[in-house]
């Protein structure tokens, strides 16, 4: 009888705790994980930052609600192209690099991604970096991943941009980069 009650309590509180871990639902972006600094030390593309901090930690970091046009990838060894890039990734590219290249940056981390990349809002003093990109027509606003207090700041500023027709906005057939990147993986070149 002491067994059964043991049991009987034991998988009450497994199903207790596996339904409030079910339901409780803690938005990651309500608060960031851990805000860093550091010099921001290359640029890969126009949503891709390499960040060295004061320790000398090398992070990788994916700019948080952004989506910027995808640059060519080149390949070391032959020199070759690897994978096109979109029509305005490199003025993408460029825009963000003339930005923060060389600069010490603020980092808040909202995430990590499923490439081990630290993902959040890239601060130069008291100006939004991933919010420039958007405003500038540089990249798009992440809408699949974009979450308070972010998205509707995001999406307003990319229907702003969207409607004065600037940066991606002016291409007559813009294509969407996560729509173009599985297009590539479709055709192989992923």
Not at 78 to 96: D, I, M
């Amino acid at each position: 009888m002491r067994s059964n009650t043991f049991l009987f309590r034991t998988l009450l509180f497994l199903f207790i705790i596996s339904v409030l871990t079910t339901f409780i639902n803690i938005p990651a972006s309500q608060a960031e994980i851990r805000t860093v600094t550091g010099t921001v030390t290359k640029v890969s593309d126009g949503d891709t930052i390499h960040l060295t901090t004061p320790e000398q930690t090398k992070l990788r970091v994916r700019l948080y609600g952004i989506d910027a046009p995808e640059t060519a990838k080149i390949n070391n060894r032959t020199g070759r192209v690897n994978k096109p890039g979109q029509p305005y990734g490199e003025e993408s590219w460029k825009a963000l690099e003339s930005k923060i290249m060389g600069k010490q940056v603020k980092l808040d981390i909202i995430d990590i991604d499923r490439y081990r990349r630290s993902v959040g809002i890239i601060w130069l003093e008291n100006r939004n970096i991933n919010l420039e990109m958007i405003t500038e027509g540089f990249a798009e606003a992440y809408t699949e991943y974009l979450k308070a207090p972010y998205r509707s700041q995001f999406i307003e500023a990319e229907n702003e941009a969207r409607s004065a027709k600037i940066g991606i906005w002016s291409l007559p057939e813009y294509e969407r980069p996560r729509d173009f990147r599985k297009r590539l993986k479709v055709r192989g070149w992923e």
